[in-house]
């Protein structure tokens, strides 16, 4: 006998949901070389969309692999090496599949396999996965089949159990279409239990917890608009933080079986309120988020909960500087970095630039004596603890970090080029490849501390976005910090919304250090935000630009880097 469906709370109307009839499924199945999503290359691709008990379309297509297909997979498909030969590579093949997919629910057999390949591509050739709704018709009919009447949920012995028209053949489009029988029948199941939604199929999966499913009540009220959640605990301590474009949409999913994270599943079962902050557009509710995971610390979230505790580099304040890891920075440092890691490798690509002292030992500015280390030796240091170089002869080093953090001068980066050059030249590849992701990090921490200096600079920017429905989007950025947000809705004349969310903005006294006060947290936020393509600066107090010779001119190298690591392709 199949299991009923825990007892349940009426609906509203407005909480029934997308219906399942009108929701569209692509169901999918994919041929590969092997098992691991990471190691191995799919072969085939076959889809079948449907909604409502009809076929909207289908999607079939062989892969080149790029490889040999394995003997034992020949036998099991039946899919050769001369088949794929001028089939299109999987960079042509999956933007076009993601396009036949967009805006429906995934299903497949095992769904864990097939969208473990898919997600795996995204990251390989740049797509954003999209997050769709997923269903595995393994697990369904698991919850809906007895081991009575189902001893076993292969596809093959489903599809002979609910007479499919299609039968698995070990082919993509072959089996996403036994799919496509196998899912409508275990509809038709869980139909006649009361479950009609998209929304409650996913919450008759069996990952969801009774727990979850009575505190859906949470999320009764909340307004359907973007902004940021807490979920409070008994003693009004605050679990956890989120932010959300709609959300009450949200909120509902974590008592559905999509939300599948053992952790935010404990801090459910926790929770007794949900308090939410309404904002004016996602960018301020990215901002509030970021202050409130600051102010209270959730035990529950694992990011962002300490936006100071970055880490900067910078040079010591005595007669013979020599670079630091800090965490509250000056005006100069560079930064920040995420982990102590990157920046040490940041701060060795600097010191070889540069040719500041890499020694921690405290010079006097008259009459050192110190013994000189190995690197005076290897003419590496100019040996200044033993008084082989003065002040005077060591500016120029301090100089060049000075000079390369503010963007008025690129030379460090070329000298330490051309040291990678020269090593592998010499058939030195493994130090070569150790300065050249030295100089990766290096590079990249120059281009976005630039960046965000450049922004927190400027005292008041003004800046709009279209929103999807004719309006305007505003954000008034004070040093790096979101002072006030606000939207113009079609119709409304925009300037006198700008004046009064100006009128009305945070006071910022800007502070020390090179992002005067501001969390970089919040700054990249800000930062990410103004890139969007349609943003639109209103008004600057001051132009925002960066330096003439800031490290954004060496992006075109860090390309070739990250996709060649072996390669060291001189700067143009």
Known sequence: MSSAPEPRGQLAFDELGTPLRETTFVVFDLETTGGSAEEDAITEFGAVKIRGGEVLGEFATLVDPGRGIPPEIVALTGITDAMVYTAPRLEAVLPAFLEFAAGAVLVAHNAGFDVGFVKAACRRFGYPWPKPAVVCTVRLGRRVLSREEAPSCRLSALATLFRATTMPTHRALDDARATVDVLHALLERVGSLGVRSLEELLDYIPEVTAEQRRKRTLAEGLPNEPGVYLFRGPAEEVLYVGTATDLRRRVRQYFTASETRRRLREMVSLAVRVDTVTCAHPLEAEVRELRLLAAHKPAYNRRSKNPRHAWWITLTDEPFPRLSLVRRPREGALGPFRSRGRAE??????????????????????????????????????????????????????????????????????????????????????????????????????????????????????????????????AIVRHGRLASAGVARRGVPPMPVV??????????????????????????????????????????????????????????????????????????
């Open 345 to 474: 490798e940041a701060m060795l690509a600097l010191q070889e630039a540069t040719g500041v002292r890499p020694c921690t030992v405290r010079i006097p500015a008259q009459s050192p004596s110190a013994r000189p280390c190995a690197l005076a030796d290897l003419d590496r240091c100019g040996a200044p603890c033993a008084g082989k170089q003065s002040a005077e002869d060591y500016e120029p080093a301090v100089h060049a970090v000075n000079a390369l953090v503010a963007g008025h001068e690129l030379d460090a980066l070329h000298r330490l080029e051309r040291r990678m050059t020269e090593l592998s030249a010499a058939q030195r590849y493994e130090q070569a490849g150790t300065d050249r992701d030295r100089l990766r990090t290096l590079i990249r921490a120059l281009d976005r501390g630039q960046r965000l200096s450049a922004l927190a600079a400027i005292a008041e920017l003004v800046a709009a976005r279209p929103d999807a429905a004719g309006g305007w989007e505003f």
């Open 499 to 572: 004046d009064a969310l100006a009128a009305a903005a945070e006071t910022v006294i800007p502070d020390e250090g090179p992002l005067y006060g501001a969390p970089a947290e919040e700054v990249s936020v800000v930062l990410r935000w103004l890139d969007k393509p349609g943003t639109r600066l209103v008004r600057c107090s001051h132009p925002w630009s960066e330096p003439a010779h800031s490290a954004a001119r060496w992006r075109t190298w860090l390309d070739r880097a990250d996709h060649a690591k072996n390669t060291l392709t001189p700067q143009d």
